[in-house]
């Protein structure tokens, strides 16, 4: 088996700083992905990267940016943090194709003072 | 409104019995994914599904996509059932997992 690993599992930041969520995958993946989740609301998809140095736009996409590394490593930005974005960031990676379900990592939570 | 909705929101459950939790979608999914959100925060896959049913031990799914709804049966609720459940719908089988709409889970607590 495999596993995904997010780094920092708690991040702290101001506002207005820019901030960076890491992930790292040794499933050997084609796609990574990362999602928000909102307490009490469902995952929304911010990017996603089919391969390296790919980069895909979610619903979520703005005020963030991405970048795909490596073929295991898929790492998220926010721009400008503000205090209406603290979350829980997940990363995900799967298989390309019909059928492949979604691996995720235990996720980092993002604090703006 | 919700695109995937899933209920009952909470649900609470004694040690060894019984239930059932749900989702309708008012989008045309053609494939639906079962998630378990454990304490530690990783979502852990539990099914796939096209419309058909599933079973892996003391879980059971099925998923109608004509009448748009998919069920996660728990039999013999166990204290590590505990967590939050989510159910994503993929809207076509060629589709990617980028396509999925998520529900907002159902938080299940099992009870000794």
């Known amino acids: 088996g495999g596993i995904i690993t997010q780094t920092p599992k708690f991040l702290i930041g101001q506002e207005g700083q820019k901030l960076t969520l890491k992930c790292q995958q040794n499933?050997?993946?084609?796609?990574m992905y990362w999602y928000r989740q909102d307490s009490g609301k469902g995952l929304r998809l911010i990017y996603y990267?089919?391969?390296?140095?790919?980069?895909q736009k979610g619903d979520l996409s703005e005020g963030y940016d991405a970048s795909r590394e490596k073929k295991s490593s898929f790492s998220l930005t926010v721009t400008s943090a503000q205090k209406n974005e603290m979350a829980v960031f997940l990363c995900a990676s799967s298989i390309t194709g019909v059928g492949n379900t979604l691996y995720f990592g235990e996720g980092s939570r993002l604090i703006v003072v | 409104g919700d695109k995937v909705k899933q209920s009952p929101s909470a649900l609470s459950l004694q040690e060894g019995t019984n239930s059932a939790l749900r989702c309708n979608f008012s989008?045309?999914?053609?494939?639906v994914q079962w998630f378990l959100q454990n304490p530690r925060g990783s979502l852990i896959n539990l099914f796939y599904l096209v419309p058909g049913t599933k079973e892996n031990g003391r879980l059971k799914s099925a998923f109608d996509s004509k009448e748009s709804y998919s069920t996660l049966h728990i039999r013999d609720a166990q204290l590590e059932d505990s967590g939050t459940y989510f159910c994503a719908a993929g809207p076509n089988s060629g589709g990617s997992n980028a396509k999925l709409t998520f529900g907002k889970g159902t938080k299940l607590s099992v009870k000794s």
């Open positions: 989008i045309a999914a053609t494939t």
């Open positions: 990267s089919i391969t390296e140095n790919d980069l």
């Open positions: 499933f050997n993946h084609d796609t």
